[in-house]
């Protein structure tokens, strides 16, 4: 006897784990290239107990630390013993030799040799240095217990559209401990970061600035692994099977018509299944979401001194008319207007 053919919706539930990390690497690759990531090894801490430090919310240093950039992302790894770190209002978390912590929507935090301790940031400190970076400070009581953290920070986009940070939590903490297949490839950088902190080789700056980016990465690519069936999202959806190839499709082609029943077909499921699912997990109905991802793209290309009916015409607009009237409704000012003020602000 043979069984009924099964539901679209079930094919795709069986697809491979490959396939869905193939999905999910070109689209978080393509988010990457678009949002512009600008990376900085900035501190190099040798601390002895008892210390603390205090950052404040990332936007109040990001035209010190990264010029230009739209949002900064401050993050630490810890070269050498343990220490405490934490979000402002949340618990301390206990950081091994390895571990690396992540701030990614910019609020104060705090870096400590034990819980509960608070300090006043010291805003002098972010100063952009006429020297080479990092800047390598010894600091603490001259106790025993001895840290070594390296700070970096990351530059990116945030507007038009950036759905990558909006997915992110306020802390990722990643363990330097466990198997060494999952931890293997952020313990290579982390040794090269350390080495070259140190070193005054010729271009360390550059390979410093491009170790902070894939570490960056890499912390996004172990953060989704760990997100639950449950999970809701942008960077869950580019694990779930449907939603994850529509946002392929889309990334992967935003010049095409798409309509959500040329989605649908092309992904396998109905109109219906395709319009929910994405709009429950990614937060917004597909054809919104082009909308925004092609407005990112443009602005972009404007950057990149595109002529504003070239820019309409890649991204899928018959005229240059209608994408000038979408820009201005989803950027809040005609193109060619965002271009010079942005160029004017740089």
């Given at each position: 006897?043979?069984?009924?053919?099964?539901?679209?919706?079930?094919?795709?539930?069986?697809?491979?784990?490959?396939?869905?990390?193939?999905?999910?690497?070109?689209?978080?690759?393509?988010?990457?290239?678009?949002?512009?990531?600008?990376?900085?090894?900035?501190?190099?801490?040798?601390?002895?107990?008892?210390?603390?430090?205090?950052?404040?919310?990332?936007?109040?240093?990001?035209?010190?630390?990264?010029?230009?950039?739209?949002?900064?992302?401050?993050?630490?790894?810890?070269?050498?013993?343990?220490?405490w770190g934490h979000a402002v209002d949340e618990p301390p978390i206990r950081l091994e030799e390895g571990d690396l912590i992540v701030f990614p929507q910019g609020d104060p935090h705090v870096m400590s040799s034990a819980p509960g301790m608070r300090a006043t940031p010291d805003m002098s400190m972010y100063a952009r240095p006429t020297t080479s970076l990092?800047?390598?400070?010894?600091?603490?009581?001259?106790?025993?217990?001895?840290?070594?953290?390296?700070?970096?920070?990351?530059?990116?986009?945030?507007?038009?559209?950036?759905?990558?940070?909006?997915?992110?939590?306020?802390?990722?903490?990643?363990?330097?401990?466990?198997?060494?297949?999952?931890?293997?490839?952020?313990?290579?950088?982390?040794?090269?970061?350390?080495?070259?902190?140190?070193?005054?080789?010729?271009?360390?700056?550059?390979?410093?600035?491009?170790?902070?980016?894939?570490?960056?990465?890499?912390?996004?690519?172990?953060?989704?692994?760990?997100?639950?069936?449950?999970?809701?999202?942008?960077?869950?959806?580019?694990?779930?099977?449907?939603?994850?190839?529509?946002?392929?499709?889309?990334?992967?082609?935003p010049a095409t018509p798409w309509t959500v029943e040329s989605l649908a077909r092309a992904v396998g499921v109905s109109r219906s299944v395709l319009a929910d699912r994405f709009s429950e997990i990614v937060g917004q109905p597909p054809m919104h979401y082009l909308a925004l991802w092609r407005m990112q793209l443009a602005s972009r290309l404007l950057l990149?001194?595109?002529?504003?009916?070239?820019?309409?015409?890649?991204?899928?607009?018959?005229?240059?008319?209608?994408?000038?009237?979408?820009?201005?409704?989803?950027?809040?000012?005609?193109?060619?207007?965002?271009?010079?003020?942005?160029?004017?602000?740089?």
């Open positions: 006897m043979h069984e009924p053919p099964a539901h679209p919706s079930e094919r795709h539930d069986r697809a491979s784990d490959a396939h869905g990390d193939a999905v999910s690497a070109d689209v978080l690759s393509d988010v990457l290239r678009s949002v512009r990531l600008t990376g900085a090894v900035y501190f190099d801490f040798e601390l002895s107990a008892p210390w603390v430090a205090e950052a404040p919310p990332s936007h109040e240093i990001a035209a010190m630390v990264i010029p230009g950039a739209q949002r900064v992302i401050e993050y630490h790894l810890i070269a050498r013993g343990a220490c990092p800047l390598v400070f010894e600091r603490g009581g001259g106790g025993p217990e001895r840290t070594r953290v390296i700070c970096c920070f990351l530059g990116c986009d945030e507007r038009p559209f950036n759905p990558l940070l909006a997915a992110l939590p306020r802390t990722l903490h990643l363990s330097g401990a466990g198997n060494q297949a999952a931890t293997g490839w952020l313990a290579t950088l982390l040794n090269i970061a350390v080495r070259e902190s140190g070193s005054a080789r010729a271009g360390r700056d550059n390979v410093l600035a491009r170790m902070s980016e894939l570490m960056f990465v890499e912390a996004i690519r172990r953060y989704i692994e760990t997100l639950s069936p449950a999970h809701t999202g942008w960077l869950a959806g580019l694990r779930d099977p449907v939603v994850g190839q529509t946002l392929a499709m889309l990334h992967g082609t990149e001194g595109g002529a504003v009916a070239e820019v309409a015409t890649a991204i899928g607009y018959e005229s240059e008319a209608a994408f000038s009237r979408a820009f201005k409704k989803l950027v809040g000012d005609a193109p060619a207007t965002w271009r010079r003020a942005k160029r004017a602000r740089v």
